[in-house]
């Protein structure tokens, strides 16, 4: 069977994609980069959507807390660069709404590839199965520093994340 991880990879990046969308959001309308409410909710979203895609509910928050913590360090690097005119800002601009309808429309997919890495997560060679899958992405996909670290950021400690 084919690894499911290349999948889930996917999907955590496209959403550290969004990140710089939201800090162009956030650039402009001068909020916060955290948003504890918001954070909440999106905790509470996938607790409860968890079940119905085969995994638990804290492990899905664990997860998705990765997620929002590596979401938040793209951002903040990104507006340091801006702040210090390292780096460009992105052209469009994108209401923070549409980004979190966005956001959120990549939770089923994202619990669907924690759901299919259960077994994965499991077996004694998650860490090389892991680190080959990352390679494979990175070389693929080629992220910036950034968007690299924030990725490893996500990651967390995948394999010992429980079903
Ligand atoms: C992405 C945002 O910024 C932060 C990161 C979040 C996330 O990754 O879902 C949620 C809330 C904020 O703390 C946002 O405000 O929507």
Same mark, same amino acid.
């Given at each position: 069977?084919?690894?499911p991880l290349?999948?889930l990879l996917d999907?955590?990046a496209q959403?550290?994609?969004?990140a710089?969308?939201? %800090?162009?959001?956030?650039?402009d309308?001068g909020?916060?980069?955290?948003d504890?409410?918001r954070e909440r909710?999106v905790?509470?979203?996938v607790?409860?959507?968890a079940?119905? %895609?085969?995994?638990s509910?804290?492990? %899905?928050q664990?997860?998705?807390?990765?997620q929002?913590?590596?979401n938040?360090?793209?951002?903040?690097?990104l507006?340091?660069?801006w702040r210090?005119?390292e780096?460009p800002?992105?052209?469009?601009?994108?209401?923070?709404?549409?980004l979190?309808?966005?956001l959120n429309e990549l939770?089923?997919?994202l619990l669907?590839g924690?759901a299919?890495?259960?077994?994965?997560?499991?077996a004694a060679d998650?860490p090389?199965?892991?680190?080959?899958a990352? %390679?494979a992405?990175?070389?693929?996909?080629?992220?910036d520093d950034?968007h690299?670290?924030?990725l490893?950021?996500a990651?967390?400690?995948?394999?010992?994340l429980p079903?």
């Amino acid at each position: 069977a084919p690894t499911p991880l290349p999948a889930l990879l996917d999907a955590m990046a496209q959403r550290l994609t969004l990140a710089d969308q939201v %800090a162009r959001s956030k650039h402009d309308s001068g909020k916060p980069v955290l948003d504890e409410a918001r954070e909440r909710q999106v905790l509470q979203d996938v607790a409860q959507a968890a079940p119905a %895609a085969s995994v638990s509910p804290a492990t %899905a928050q664990t997860f998705f807390a990765a997620q929002m913590e590596a979401n938040k360090l793209v951002q903040y690097g990104l507006l340091q660069a801006w702040r210090r005119n390292e780096q460009p800002l992105p052209a469009s601009t994108t209401d923070l709404t549409a980004l979190r309808t966005q956001l959120n429309e990549l939770q089923a997919r994202l619990l669907g590839g924690l759901a299919a890495t259960g077994e994965l997560r499991a077996a004694a060679d998650c860490p090389a199965q892991l680190e080959r899958a990352l %390679a494979a992405h990175l070389a693929a996909a080629r992220p910036d520093d950034l968007h690299r670290l924030a990725l490893v950021r996500a990651l967390g400690d995948f394999c010992t994340l429980p079903r």
